[in-house]
């Protein structure tokens, strides 16, 4: 089985990106567009520069930063975020495409299709536009990663709902989204159940999966959850470690390599290929030690820095 390992967003080794409120925006008065367009400017030279380290360091597997342009889908703000900074997203793209990184976004947690209120849905779907329009100006192939959302009054009654603001969605965004287990309410077999009748990728969250189960065994899904991404793309998984027994939801700094190596051992009989998303506090650095700690535990056959394979 093939493995390539990923981050998300940032680096440490990088500066971070910048970010611009709509309070701190309305502070600024007329001078507010002038700010978020410096921002902006600034963001974009931080993404070139994230590219470039992660192909000197052979990482081909990233999360780009979701609020790369702030307050993009905010209702009371209107600017061009893709005509105005065309050259900018053609750059990154031409990036992204010559160093062969496999990339897609994660909406925060207002992206939320499930909801009763028809405001938030609306937004939901803004916030889906805005990822298809800069895929579309970097004239990339990219993917967004959705939760089904909340649970509300009724679990049942929340999918069904999901469902059908999905098929409401247009055919060019609805084949844009992934959908991943999370950690409270929507489990591996509910998100699976979703992705078969909807016919759309699902990326397993192991961390998710451990946290939030009915006992299910990982091993009985696994088949399923792979034949998702029959066809369509390698397939894409999730793993991190819990931060303490007590904060067992939230992520570490770092990947607990044992965990990840025992995932791997079970992985292996299921795939050929897939691509890992570490998400851990410590990005890239997280990254890298799991690297040296694999070096040293297995016997893993290494095909550049991030990439391996297991017999």
């Not at 044992?258 to 795939?271: G, N």
Request: proline residues 3%; contains cysteine; aromatic residues 12%.
């Amino acid at each position: 089985m093939k493995v390539k390992l990923g981050y998300v967003s940032l680096s440490l080794s990088l500066p971070p990106f910048k970010t611009l409120n709509y309070t701190n925006y309305q502070k600024l008065a007329d001078k507010g567009l002038d700010k978020l367009d410096q921002v902006i400017i600034y963001n974009f030279h931080n993404l070139r520069e994230i590219l470039k380290y992660n192909y000197a360091n052979e990482v081909f597997f990233y999360r780009l930063n979701h609020h790369l342009i702030p307050l993009a889908t905010h209702p009371k703000v209107t600017f061009d975020y893709i005509k105005k900074y065309q050259k900018h997203w053609l750059e990154i793209g031409i990036l992204i495409k010559k160093y062969q990184i496999r990339t897609d976004t994660h909406p925060d947690q207002y992206c939320v299709l499930n909801s009763p209120s028809k405001e938030t849905v609306k937004s939901s779907i803004e916030i889906l536009k805005y990822n298809q329009n800069i895929f579309k100006a970097m004239k990339i192939d990219g993917k967004v990663i959705l939760h089904i959302g909340g649970k509300y009054s009724s679990k049942e009654e929340a999918i069904k709902r999901f469902i059908s603001n999905f098929k409401k969605l247009d055919k060019s965004l609805q084949n844009i989204i992934m959908l991943e287990n999370d950690d409270k309410v929507f489990n591996v077999k509910d998100v699976l159940e979703v992705c078969e009748e909807l016919k759309i990728p699902m990326v397993l969250d192991y961390h998710h999966y451990i946290c939030n189960n009915e006992n299910e065994d990982i091993r009985d899904y696994l088949p399923r959850i792979l034949n998702t991404w029959k066809g369509k793309l390698i397939p894409k998984m999730h793993f991190s470690s819990p931060k303490s027994i007590k904060e067992k939801r939230s992520h570490s700094e770092y990947i607990n390599s044992a965990d990840f190596i025992d995932f791997l051992e079970i992985l292996k009989k299921y795939t050929k290929e897939v691509d890992i998303m570490l998400e851990c506090k410590a990005k890239d650095e997280a990254l890298f030690r799991l690297i040296r700690e694999i070096k040293y535990k297995t016997n893993y056959k290494f095909i550049n820095q991030t990439t391996f394979i297991l017999q």
